[in-house]
């Protein structure tokens, strides 16, 4: 059964850069079926779409992240990351990574980690 | 791009009706079929119980489905159980490899 796991550092100071990584088990990041996502939501908030990246490391960002997101996969660790510089307080939130249910980008997303509380603060 | 709009709210007894709306525009919600809901319990990660506006992932029950009409796509929950309490989203392709939210509702059961 495919599971999705968000690692990274909890606490990011501001100005800093947020690195995230999502480690997929149980299935290959490499099928072509599918895209990758991430997702975050702001404490007390909704959810936001950040970006989504397939296995070819073709990424499409939130224009209103763009300036600031990277998104990168690593096929032999079966792992894809996001970075997301010069944040800020705003930026504090739960990061969720997930799977597309199919290779279109704005289809839904099917299989989804825990998610990660990340706070911005000095 | 502007968040969907959803009602931020919404209830019902148990074995009742529910449909949760889901307003966006046509450049997005009007102009795709890749309408998606996801229900969120506290603490927990969203679960999928729609996608591409009317079908079903293996394991959600019949008593939730989709449809869509315009800019306005809608959740019905037949049958309510009160395990269908939770934080209700949408979502939808809107263009350019972007996609959106709505800003959720809470559905309480009575």
């Known amino acids: 059964q495919l599971q999705l796991q968000e690692l990274g550092p909890g606490l990011v100071k501001p100005s800093e850069t947020l690195s995230l990584t999502c480690t997929v088990s149980g299935g290959s990041i490499s099928r072509r079926s599918y895209y990758w996502g991430w997702i975050r939501q702001p404490p007390g908030k909704g959810l936001g779409w950040i970006g989504s990246?397939?296995?070819?490391?073709?990424?499409y960002y939130n224009p209103s992240l763009e300036s600031r997101v990277t998104m990168s996969v690593d096929t032999s660790k079966n792992q894809f990351s996001l970075k997301l510089s010069s944040v800020t307080a705003a930026d504090t939130a739960v990061y969720y990574c997930a799977r597309g249910i199919s290779v279109i980008v704005g289809d839904a997303l099917d299989i989804w980690g825990q998610g990660t509380m990340v706070s911005v603060s000095s | 791009q502007s968040a969907l709009t959803q009602p931020p709210s919404a209830s019902g007894s148990p074995g009742q009706s529910v449909t949760i709306s889901c307003t966006g525009t046509?450049?997005?919600?009007?102009?795709?079929?890749?309408i998606s809901w996801y229900q969120q319990h506290p603490g927990k990660a969203p679960k999928l119980m729609i996608y591409e506006v009317s079908k079903r992932p293996s394991g959600v029950p019949d008593r939730f489905s989709g449809s869509k009409s315009g800019n306005t796509a809608s959740l019905t929950v037949s049958g309510l159980q009160a395990e269908d309490e939770a934080d209700y989203y949408c979502s939808s392709y809107a263009g350019s490899n972007n996609v959106v939210f709505g800003g959720g509702t809470e559905l309480t059961v009575l």
């Open positions: 990246i397939y296995y070819t490391g073709s990424t």
């Open positions: 046509s450049s997005d919600v009007g102009n795709y079929k890749y």
